[in-house]
């Protein structure tokens, strides 16, 4: 039980550091208001779940076998990066948040559930974060690896869903405290776009450990 504790607490400590999933969250609520950055946390939810069975298979083994695997994913979670953030640059100042321009509402669901998705699939450092910590906690001569391996992805994939939306939820009243507000609306889409750019770059030198 203990070491369980250690473990939702360092995954705590991840997820409090700024990086591209806690920017698409808030500027999806600021945006898109609510039920959208929702949306993009189950996406993030499903990437992580994905992640832990990928960790689970070894792919992290295969990253170190074959780096151009690595430069492969890495290269693709830059470009989708680089993507979202010019959109969010060249998007309409007027924000579609919930009860506003609700044609097709399930459409944009289902577009915020994939933005979510792909931007944590991508980044091959998520990845390795859970090929690099659920071993840690692995007990030996207890149950089976496999089900130690799928107890801590569902504690990892619960913590991170808990924690992706309360900045989902914060994202939603933020954009509803700048609803009224052109230019913080304008500094809010510049500062998170440009924030995604930048995760973007720093993501073409990362190297693996």
């Not at 920017?23 to 999806?28: D, E, P, R, S």
């Not at 960790?55 to 979202?84: E, H, N, Q, S």
């Not at 954009?175 to 052109?182: K, N, V």
């Amino acid at each position: 039980m203990a070491s369980l504790w250690l473990f939702v607490l360092a995954l705590a400590v991840v997820l409090l550091l700024p990086g591209p999933d806690m920017i698409l969250l808030l500027q999806t609520g600021a945006r898109q208001g609510r039920r959208a950055a929702l949306a993009t946390a189950l996406g993030l939810a499903i990437a992580r779940a994905c992640h832990v069975a990928l960790a689970a298979l070894g792919l992290a083994a295969l990253f170190k076998a074959a780096p151009w695997t690595f430069d492969v994913v890495r290269m693709a979670g830059a470009a989708y990066l680089l993507w979202i953030g010019i959109q969010c640059l060249r998007s309409s100042l007027v924000p579609s948040l919930d009860g506003q321009n609700n044609a097709r509402p399930e459409g944009r669901w289902r577009e915020a559930i994939r933005r979510g998705l792909l931007t944590n699939l991508l980044n091959p450092k998520a990845l390795l974060f859970c090929s690099v910590l659920l071993p840690q906690f692995i007990v030996d001569h207890g149950a089976p690896v496999l089900s130690q391996f799928a107890m801590l992805g569902l504690v990892l994939v619960g913590v991170g869903l808990l924690f992706d939306s309360v900045l989902a939820l914060t994202g939603a009243a933020l954009g509803r405290w700048l609803q009224h507000s052109p230019t913080a609306q304008r500094v809010q889409q510049w500062l998170f776009g440009g924030l995604l750019i930048g995760f973007a770059v720093r993501l073409t030198f990362v190297q693996q450990a």
